[in-house]
């Protein structure tokens, strides 16, 4: 079992940036996939972007080019770092783990075992 912990989160305004933390509490990474989720008021949880084994990372056509995932197993942490915010970006954000065995799609959020809290992110003039 990972438990995870997510940080970051705030108000921005469009065009600025943000890094939000995805670290494990209590345990490891290892042998876990980590992705980022979001969800707005309203609206399902959708895929942001994960990365797996050897640092293959995905990402969602929506944020592409505008947003990085990075992962250090060493600090137990998944980073996502945010730059050309847009308002459409405003949402809870939710770090999600799986085992790196499934093979199910990692854009479904119901093939996800353990989520943390969530972290706010507005983005707003």
């Known amino acids: 079992q990972v438990q995870l912990v997510e940080s970051g989160g705030g108000l921005v305004q469009p065009g600025g940036s943000l890094r939000l933390d995805c670290v494990a509490s209590?345990?490891?990474?290892?042998?876990?996939?980590i992705a980022w989720f979001r969800q707005a008021p309203g609206k399902e949880r959708e895929f942001v972007a994960t990365?797996?084994?050897?640092?293959?990372?995905y990402y969602a056509n929506s944020v592409k080019a505008r947003f990085t995932i990075a992962r250090d197993n060493i600090a137990k942490a998944v980073y996502l770092q945010m730059n050309s915010l847009q308002v459409e970006d405003t949402a809870i954000y939710y770090c999600?783990?799986?085992?790196?065995?499934?093979?199910?799609?990692?854009?479904?959020?119901?093939?996800?075992?353990?989520w943390g809290q969530g972290t706010q992110v507005t983005v707003s003039s």
């Open positions: 999600g783990a799986r085992p790196t065995t499934s093979l199910v799609s990692y854009t479904n959020a119901d093939h996800y075992n353990y």
């Open positions: 209590g345990g490891t990474l290892n042998g876990y996939t």
């Open positions: 990365i797996k084994s050897g640092n293959r990372e």
